[in-house]
Nanobody, 123 residues
Framework: QVQLVESGGGLVQAGESLRLSCAAS????????MGWYRQAPGKQRELVAD???????NYADSVKGRFTISRDNAKNTVYLQMNSLKPEDTAVYYCNADLVYYSGRYYTSGNYWGQGTQVTVSS
């Protein structure tokens, strides 16, 4: 009933930029916090950045000053602009959303994940 679909990953060289997008679809009533997480091989999934409905943002120390998260509430979409990419940014990037959806009878809240998009930064 709810899907998060990411796009924009790829292979780039160090110092280059990428922009990730994540669109939420389905019978969505409202979306609270949306965020981006990443998981590198052999490591735990970690928060990269998140943003509230009102636009308040939070970033991991490792990406501050290089990454910018934004959202378009009308499109239920969150973006991650990644500049000055480093090899250590290589990971699968996952979109996440806390939202309320209408199941046909009830309004239900839940936390949802996208399928992930690979970002590879070569040195």
């Amino acid at each position: 009933q709810v899907q998060l679909v990411e796009s924009g990953g790829g292979l780039v060289q160090a110092g280059e930029s990428l922009r990730l997008s994540c669109a939420a679809s389905g019978s969505i009533f409202s979306i609270n916090t949306m965020g981006w997480y990443r998981q590198a091989p052999g490591k735990q999934r970690e928060l990269v950045a998140d943003i509230t409905t009102g636009g308040s943002t939070n970033y991991a120390d490792s990406v501050k000053g290089r990454f910018t998260i934004s959202r378009d509430n009308a499109k239920n979409t969150v973006y991650l602009q990644m500049n000055s990419l480093k090899p250590e940014d290589t990971a699968v990037y996952y979109c996440n959303a806390d939202l309320v959806y209408y199941s046909g009878r009830y309004y239900t809240s839940g936390n949802y994940w996208g399928q992930g998009t690979q970002v590879t930064v070569s040195s």
